[in-house]
């Protein structure tokens, strides 16, 4: 089997009350904000609400040991412990997840500068979990970030934060509240919060498949276990560069915010899980700018990139950039191209743990 052993370290940049929905200024900058993922840790991003009107009444404040009965239709925030650390995140529950049977559950992890809530109001989970009836978890990095290794990112990677264990703790507490199925467990993220998905399912068997935009693989992986992968890139990200190596925030992993970036080349990245999933030669299509390079592998997995020839470090489908923001920020306007979100989940529904797996 094909190992990661010689990746060089690279970056990105529990109970609830409902919440009400933002002003609609608040909501653009919350979309805005959600793609300054270039791993510096700011101090200002703008919080958006999401999902709560979808759904009936909130529960008061809760944490571990909450049940189905006390998961409210629409968005909770909640909390978990972990190592000592209160550590919180927003449940999103459609109308259409019932509860009665085993559910399919999407953890989606924000970029650096980013929030859970920021996620779930920039991104369109909520709605694609109306549609589908899968329950979302949106958790929140410290100060802004996830920690994927000793160099990045920013002051959890700087504090030795064990995030991996974290988001396996939020899965396994989740599946106490709510009747998740784990073999339709699956991990989402962008940037940042991609690294971390990435580090998941090199460290776990958690998740029946990984879908990352915008982001690269940092740090060792030297035994992954088979999982499907979706990778969606855009060739002309400067802060995870479609071609690998240091990106524009890098700054060596050192300092009080590390951010190292030198990943691998996409096209190499997604080889790379090939061979762990012992899949077949890929084929290509292209619809405009959308490239799309998918293989096929034993017990129904599947491996695929999705190139956006004119995209930078965004997320497709997202909400608008408000024009100062983007000036200001340097930000990249999410491509129109492609709905990552939908992509995302008609992949993940397609590509269920195989049995015993």
């Known amino acids: 089997m094909m190992t990661f052993s010689d990746f060089r370290p690279a970056v990105g940049a529990p109970g609830g009350r409902s919440r009400r929905s933002p002003s609609p200024a608040a909501t653009r900058l919350a979309g805005a904000l959600a793609l300054l993922v270039g791993l510096t840790l700011l101090a200002g991003c703008t919080r958006g609400g999401g999902g709560a009107d979808d759904g009936g009444p909130g529960a008061g404040p809760a944490s571990d040991g909450a049940?189905?009965?006390?998961?409210?239709?629409?968005?909770?925030?909640?909390?978990?412990?972990?190592?000592?650390?209160?550590?919180?995140?927003?449940?999103?529950?459609?109308?259409?997840?019932?509860?009665?049977d085993p559910v399919p559950l999407v953890v989606m992890l924000h970029g650096a500068a980013g929030t859970g809530e920021q996620a779930e109001e920039a991104y369109g989970w909520t709605e694609e979990a109306d549609r589908k009836g899968f329950v979302v978890v949106f958790p929140d990095g410290i100060n802004r970030a996830w920690a994927v290794g000793p160099e990045c990112c920013g002051a959890p990677a700087r504090?030795?934060?064990?995030?991996?264990?974290?988001?396996?703790?939020?899965?396994?507490?989740?599946?106490?509240?709510?009747?998740?199925?784990?073999?339709?467990?699956?991990?989402?993220?962008?940037?940042?919060?991609?690294?971390?998905?990435?580090?998941?399912?090199?460290?776990?068997?958690?998740?029946?498949?990984?879908?990352?935009?915008?982001?690269?693989l940092t740090g060792q992986c030297a035994d992954p276990k088979p999982?499907?992968?979706?990778?969606?890139?855009?060739?002309?990200?400067?802060?995870?560069?479609?071609?690998?190596?240091?990106?524009?925030?890098?700054?060596?992993?050192?300092?009080?915010?590390?951010?190292?970036?030198?990943?691998?080349?996409?096209?190499?990245?997604?080889?790379?899980w090939r061979a762990v999933d012992d899949c077949g030669e890929p084929k290509t299509t292209t619809e405009g700018p959308v490239v799309r390079t998918a293989a096929t592998c034993p017990e129904?997995?599947?491996?695929?990139?999705?190139?956006?020839?004119?995209?930078?470090?965004?997320w497709p489908g997202g909400k608008p950039n408000p024009p100062r923001a983007q000036r200001l920020l340097n930000l990249d306007p999410p491509s129109t191209a492609l709905n990552a979100t939908e992509t995302i989940w008609q992949f993940f529904s397609a590509h269920p743990k195989p049995a015993g797996g």
């Open 67 to 100: 049940s189905a009965a006390d998961v409210p239709v629409g968005s909770s925030e909640r909390t978990l412990t972990v190592d000592g650390r209160d550590r919180t995140y927003r449940l999103y529950r459609p109308a259409s997840a019932k509860l009665t």
């Open 159 to 216: 504090e030795g934060v064990d995030d991996v264990k974290f988001i396996t703790e939020l899965v396994r507490t989740v599946g106490e509240t709510v009747p998740v199925d784990p073999a339709r467990t699956y991990v989402s993220g962008i940037s940042n919060g991609g690294l971390l998905a990435f580090r998941l399912v090199c460290d776990t068997t958690v998740f029946a498949a990984v879908g990352a935009v915008a982001t690269t």
């Open 300 to 314: 129904g997995r599947g491996v695929e990139l999705i190139t956006i020839t004119d995209a930078g470090h965004q």
């Open 227 to 272: 999982v499907s992968v979706l990778h969606i890139q855009g060739k002309l990200d400067k802060t995870m560069p479609y071609g690998g190596g240091p990106g524009r925030r890098d700054n060596g992993g050192t300092g009080r915010n590390p951010v190292k970036i030198d990943g691998p080349p996409a096209p190499e990245l997604a080889a790379r």
